[in-house]
């Protein structure tokens, strides 16, 4: 049996990701393709009280980056792993770039900390594509009108620190990342998401 492919979507917050996610899940699936979402942190039952705990809970960097691996951890063992082997594809809303972007770059944890854990947890997989939504951080956070989570309330400089790492891993794998400019109208990204998913392999 042919192994799944691991799609998985990343963008500051506001960047209009979320939204967007219906539309690949869509094009993905009138294609007759067997599609498994997830998110992180969350996924599994363990790994969403992980999540409630990352969103809401003052805690520190190191704490916060250990946290994010165990929910990744999680989501891997009982979500990811088992649909890729069946041959399912699988979209999720962040994946391991995030803890480089957000504890990386934007907490200022160093990168080889950062990569030992994702060669603990993860070594042997990488997502196939990595959708990145890259909005102006001051676009990003107009867009923030609801009850804010513990990392929308950071300030603009940690957001910007956040894309800025986005869009540094994003130029070191071109192969991986497909970028696109969330500064569009949301029926312009959704055509545009349509036509590179309805023939990506």
């Avoid at 192994?3 to 294609?31: C, N, Y």
């Avoid at 916060?64 to 890729?84: G, H, S």
């Avoid at 082997?85 to 990168?111: E, H, M, N, P």
Wanted: glycine share 6%; with cysteine.
């Amino acid at each position: 049996m042919e192994k799944g492919k691991l799609i998985t979507v990343e963008g500051v917050d506001g960047a209009g990701k979320s939204t967007q996610m219906a539309v690949i899940d869509q094009a993905l699936r009138e294609r007759g393709i067997d599609l498994v979402r997830t998110r992180e942190p969350g996924g599994p039952e363990t790994a969403e009280k992980i999540r409630k705990l990352l969103l809401n809970e003052p805690m520190s960097p190191k704490c916060e980056l250990m946290l994010m691996f165990a929910a990744r951890e999680e989501n891997l063992d009982k979500i990811i792993r088992p649909a890729l082997a069946k041959g399912q594809w699988v979209l999720c809303d962040r994946f391991t770039d995030a803890s480089y972007a957000y504890q990386g770059y934007g907490r200022g944890r160093s990168i080889e900390e950062i990569r030992a854990l994702e060669n603990f947890v993860h070594p042997d997989l990488k997502p196939d594509l990595t959708v990145l939504f890259d909005v102006p951080t001051e676009v990003a956070a107009a867009r923030l009108s609801r009850k804010l989570d513990r990392f929308e309330k950071e300030s603009q400089d940690f957001h910007r620190r956040v894309r800025e790492g986005y869009l540094r891993m994003a130029k070191a794998e071109p192969e991986r990342f497909y970028v696109v400019d969330g500064t569009q109208t949301p029926e312009q990204i959704s055509a545009q998401l349509r036509e590179v998913f309805a023939q990506w392999k």
